[in-house]
């Protein structure tokens, strides 16, 4: 492995000059004048309790689409303070998980490229180099959940063919629990499915979350584009069907769905298009202003619990791309997030300048516990 040393600390909280601080603690800044934006938050707790996170650049400045650039942190303290401990070419919209101990970092190489994935025996230190699980390219995905079911672990991923945006093709790679994961013959993959002519609304999806259905199947659900619902397909024997669409506050935008055993819900942080704003009733997919903490006991019925983050102008400010991790009575929380700074903030709420960490804190008992 390449020894990567740590070479940034940055403490909570952060202070602008001239310029209001962000909500949360922040990890990284990267003024928009760099021509480089903060994308794909992810966040992992390692068995010793220190978290990792991790996020990549996009922008025109940033190499995506020939080398893409991650950044992986950590925090000793719980997220009060930390230290960037890597920079990783060739990653891009990628996860961190643990599994045999070992921390992975799974995504593409560049924007659209090929499946890869990393491994660290060292909680993010050092990592190795990229193995490549597909020959091909034109791969899409996000930082999304791995879970394990029937022995195998599973994670979703899009296909997108070359041409103009928006015909991404939804489909699930495994493998065996105990298998070698940097071995390419040891994951399984489902055929790629295309959005279907026959649903009742939106045009695509991507994005896709594994989780396990209340019957123990597993499922991929999807962001469904400019749509505030989500798309449920469910495997079967190596297969993926679509069983419909389901009313989704934030449905538009990426989320993270994880299963709680203590509340016996599931969860998620998603950015609903509230009617207050015009722009909700005609891209609600821009609309990513307000951060809220939802619940399901089915998959099918979500309500919001609490509005955890918000600004009044969805326009220029964004709490995005959220992903998440139970901790006890809170969850734990990395933000991609566009607010002020002191080279002018972003040029809109999508071009992201900082990844920011987040608590919610007492999630399942306040304001209330669950009902129904």
């Known amino acids: 492995m390449n020894r990567i040393v740590a070479t940034l600390l940055i403490l909570s909280p952060w202070i602008a000059i001239g310029a209001p601080a962000p909500p949360g603690v922040v990890i990284d800044h990267e003024p928009a004048k760099t021509g480089r934006y903060i994308g794909s938050p992810s966040i992992v707790i390692l068995p010793n309790g220190e978290y990792v996170a991790s996020h990549d650049f996009f922008g025109p400045k940033s190499g995506q689409s020939v080398s893409a650039t991650t950044r992986v942190f950590r925090s000793r303290d719980r997220g ?107 994951w399984t993959r489902t055929p790629r499915l295309p959005y279907p002519p026959a649903a009742a609304k939106g045009t695509t999806w991507l994005e896709g979350n594994a989780v396990v259905a209340p019957d123990g199947s597993v499922l991929d659900i999807l962001r469904v584009d400019n749509v505030e619902s989500a798309a449920i397909l469910k495997e079967a024997n190596r297969q993926l069907k679509f069983e419909g669409l389901v009313d989704f506050p934030g449905g538009s935008k990426k989320f993270t769905i994880r299963y709680d055993k203590k509340s016996s819900r599931y969860w998620t942080l998603s950015n609903p298009a509230l009617a207050q ?57 990395v933000s991609r997030t566009a607010f002020d700074d002191d080279s002018g903030g972003p040029p809109r709420a999508h071009d992201a300048n900082y990844m920011t960490f987040h608590r919610v804190r007492k999630f399942r008992s306040e304001p209330g516990p669950p009902k129904d």
């Not at 660290?120 to 999304?144: C, I, M, Q, R």
């Not at 969805?314 to 006890?328: E, I, R, S």
């Open 277 to 333: 704003y015009p722009l909700s009733a005609t891209n609600p997919a821009s609309v990513r202003n307000t951060l809220a903490l939802m619940s399901s006991k089915d998959l099918h019925q979500w309500r919001i619990e609490r509005i955890v983050l918000s600004h009044t102008d969805p326009q220029k400010y964004g709490f995005q791309y959220v992903d998440w991790q139970f901790d006890g009575a809170d969850i734990v929380a």
């Open 80 to 186: 009060q303070s930390w230290e960037r401990t890597a920079e990783l070419k060739d990653q891009f919209w990628s996860n961190l998980f643990l599994a045999h101990h070992n921390l992975y970092l799974m995504g593409t190489n560049y924007e659209y490229g090929r499946i890869v994935i990393r491994q660290s025996k060292d909680g993010g230190l050092s990592w190795s180099d990229p193995s490549f699980l597909t020959s091909d390219a034109n791969y899409h995905t996000a930082p999304v959940p791995v879970i394990e079911q029937g022995g195998r672990l599973w994670r979703a991923f899009e296909y997108h063919p070359p041409g103009p945006w928006g015909h991404f093709q939804a489909f699930m790679l495994s493998a065996p629990a105990n298998a070698n994961l940097l071995q390419a013959q040891n």
